[in-house]
């Protein structure tokens, strides 16, 4: 049986709010070697079109895409949530009426009505989203939204009125929310990927450092926090590897002996 490793990207394997837009070459490496002998799978509130190319390079097992709205395994696609229309008009046309931004997000593509927006444009340039996977033309099905407040109160009120309805997570680095169907979530998609792998969850191991990693932490054996990780995500870890920065979860993935020190 092999292990089975589940693994954040943003804050994880690269923090492009602090300027590391691309896995380092280290941990690339770490993780080739690891895929020898277990599947490696990425989780993430991204869509596989906003996926640095360098995440690529290091073939994937598996994505846990928008916070489990989406799951592909192997090359088999096991989920593909989308929104209702119903849902899609209420979030929008209350970020019209707020003077907020949003984001409309499926696997191909991310919609903006105003790509130039100065709150738009700064967080995707934070996430080093393609140009050419972002368009104006709206059109088919979504798998996730993104909320981006204009503040803080801004960011309450839109709690206030879609807490219950949907599911949402602040992002701890911008004023802005994840927006999921009620039913969506990581630790769901890794418990599904578990079963279809026909794996051991107590012998699965995550790495995490944001509070929309916290159920699927709460679905591994072992899970395993960075060290730029809040204190809420600390707290739930066996180990604190080093920050993102450091190559954390290359110095993880020797701490856990799932790999030995490369040359």
């Known amino acids: 049986m092999r292990t089975i490793i589940f693994c954040d990207i943003d804050g994880t394997l690269i923090d492009g709010f602090r300027g590391m837009f691309e896995i380092s070459e280290k941990t690339k490496a770490a993780i080739l070697a690891l895929r ?3 599947d490696f799978i990425l989780t993430s509130g991204r869509a596989k079109c906003m996926i640095p190319h360098s995440l690529y390079e290091v073939k994937p097992d598996g994505f846990i895409m928008n916070n489990g709205a989406y799951i592909e395994v192997h090359g088999k696609v096991l989920k593909n949530r989308y929104f209702t229309q119903e849902q899609i008009r209420e979030v929008t046309a209350y970020s019209d009426r707020e003077n907020n931004a949003y984001l409309l997000i499926h696997q191909k593509g991310v919609y903006t009505p105003d790509p130039d927006h100065p709150m738009t444009k700064e967080l995707l340039s934070k996430l080093n989203v393609a140009k050419d996977v972002i368009t104006t ?5 979504y798998n996730f939204m993104v909320e981006i407040c204009r503040n803080e109160e801004s960011c309450d009120a839109f709690l206030h009125q879609f807490e219950g309805k949907l599911q949402i997570r602040r992002q701890y680095q911008y004023s ?3 927006i999921n169907d009620l039913r969506d979530g990581k630790g769901n998609a890794v418990k599904q990927v578990i079963d279809y792998l026909h794996g051991d969850a107590q012998a699965a191991f995550c790495f995490a450092d944001s509070d929309n990693d ?3 932490m709460e ?3 072992y899970p395993i926090a960075m060290k730029n990780a809040n204190a809420h ?3 739930k870890a066996i180990y604190v590897c080093e920050d993102v920065l450091a190559d954390g ?5 020797i701490k856990m002996r799932l790999i030995d020190p490369l040359p």
């Open 36 to 38: 020898k002998h277990a």
């Open 137 to 141: 033309c709206r059109d088919g099905d």
């Open 176 to 178: 802005a929310y994840d």
């Open 214 to 216: 916290l159920e699927m």
């Open 219 to 221: 679905a591994v054996g």
């Open 233 to 235: 995500i600390k707290q």
């Open 249 to 253: 979860v290359y110095e993880g993935l």
